[in-house]
């Protein structure tokens, strides 16, 4: 049922074009295969985490998922590349330079573990 949908899409997508698709755990290898053969492997881009959850399920039966999975692939690999967004002025402000990196500002991030751990 998916293969037709998917492959309609990739004959619309432009040559530089790609195809995000959001999927959970239950399911995300079967989409894998499925977009290896419409796409092809040599056009996954990436296989992103999109974190959906901040705080742990306690009615969660096993494990409390905070996260799905994002399967990126282009319609040809090479001709694709990212279109970030630009930073805004407000963004930009909480990066400094203060030791003159030649990289360029930079910020601190929190470097605290959440739970104790013996080893550091």
Not at 104 to 109: F, M, Q, T, Y
Request: aromatic letters at 12%.
């Amino acid at each position: 049922m998916m293969v037709p949908r998917l492959e309609l899409l990739r004959e619309l997508l432009a040559e530089d074009g790609s195809i995000w698709v959001s999927i959970d755990d239950n399911e995300g290898h079967y989409l894998k295969v499925i977009m290896d053969e419409v796409f092809g492997r040599g056009n996954f881009i990436s296989s992103i985490i999109w974190r959906k959850n901040y705080a742990p399920k306690s009615s969660a039966k096993h494990f409390s998922e905070d996260h799905d999975y994002i399967l990126v692939y282009g319609k040809h690999s090479e001709h694709w590349a990212p279109n970030p967004m630009p930073r805004t002025e407000k963004q930009n402000k909480a990066y400094k330079n203060p030791d003159s990196d030649p990289r360029g500002p930079w910020r601190p991030n929190n470097l605290a573990a959440r739970n104790f751990y013996s080893k550091g």
